[in-house]
């Protein structure tokens, strides 16, 4: 089928419909399920047949994001579900690393765990995928990015710096009443939900002006504080809590 019709790339340079690629792409997302949800080659060739017929018909040339939405369609159209997800979270993690210029593992691993709870939670169901499943894919992924930039924000921050050195200096009792602890437990969390990819512990922990603030306050009144343990603590036991301090800093920012 001769299409005159010109496609729009996400630069503005506008070109040739390709009939091939679109078929190629259907292609390299059903090789990614198993036979058993397969679409065959003739729904393959059907499917860009027709959008080749859609495109033909316009009166304008058309962007290829409209294309790629016209394949998410056709490939639900034939019932290819599983296909269509696939299909969804290439063209999604292309798009990512596309405005980021990054192909970050922990996002892309991500993604894969997010493509998983979909599945189980469609498995006895058509899942809706143009909208429903690219919209959950990239909140879940705002969501990862926001406790990775505050870990990091964390770690390079000055104040809790401070705070974590002098943490080991502080009574227990004057830890808990100031709320040092719960500070440090709460970014340490946060931590460990990231590298477990804990999107609903991201959630809980990924609260920055709450923490803004409470790292303010705690870090404010620990040096309202007259002396952290001075009198307390011997000549000796002051040096081996400055190497405890240093090695739980050297621990958290490594």
């Given at each position: 089928m001769l299409v005159k ?7 503005g ?14 292609r390299?997302?059903n090789?990614?399920v198993?036979n058993i949800?397969?679409?065959?080659e ?5 499917i860009?047949d ?8 316009s ?5 290829v ?11 639900m ?10 299909y969804v979270?290439?063209?999604y993690k292309r798009e990512l690393?596309r405005?980021?210029?990054t192909t970050?593992?922990?996002?892309l ?5 997010i493509n ?10 058509n899942?809706?995928i143009n909208?429903?499943?690219r919209?959950y894919?990239?909140?879940e992924?705002e969501?990862?990015?926001t ?23 502080i ?14 437990g ?7 939900c990231?590298k477990?990819?804990d ?6 922990f990924s ?7 409470m ?9 309202e504080?007259?002396?952290?343990n001075?009198?307390?603590e ?9 190497w405890k ?8 920012i490594?």
């Amino acid at each position: 089928m001769l299409v005159k019709t010109k496609v729009i790339k996400r630069n503005g340079e506008e070109v040739g419909f390709d009939l091939e690629k679109i078929e190629n792409a259907i292609r390299a997302a059903n090789e990614e399920v198993d036979n058993i949800y397969k679409l065959n080659e003739f729904q393959v060739r059907a499917i860009a047949d027709d959008i080749a017929g859609q495109v033909k018909k316009s009166t304008h040339a058309i962007h290829v994001e409209d294309i790629q939405d016209m394949v998410e369609t056709g490939i639900m159209g034939m019932r290819g579900y599983e296909v269509a997800q696939k299909y969804v979270r290439y063209r999604y993690k292309r798009e990512l690393a596309r405005k980021s210029n990054t192909t970050d593992n922990g996002i892309l691993a991500l993604i894969d765990n997010i493509n998983e709870e979909v599945n189980q939670e469609n498995s006895n169901k058509n899942p809706v995928i143009n909208s429903t499943q690219r919209d959950y894919m990239a909140g879940e992924v705002e969501i990862f990015e926001t406790a990775q930039r505050l870990v990091k924000k964390y770690k390079q921050s000055q104040q809790f710096r401070y705070v974590l050195v002098k943490r080991p200096q502080i009574r227990e009792t004057d830890r808990r009443k100031l709320q040092v602890d719960l500070l440090v437990g709460k970014i340490q969390k946060l931590e460990v939900c990231v590298k477990r990819k804990d999107i609903l512990g991201m959630r809980i922990f990924s609260k920055e002006d709450e923490l803004d603030k409470m790292l303010a306050e705690v870090y404010q009144k620990i040096k309202e504080l007259p002396r952290i343990n001075k009198g307390v603590e011997s000549a000796g036991n002051k040096k081996r809590s400055s190497w405890k301090n240093q090695m739980i800093l050297e621990e958290f920012i490594r």
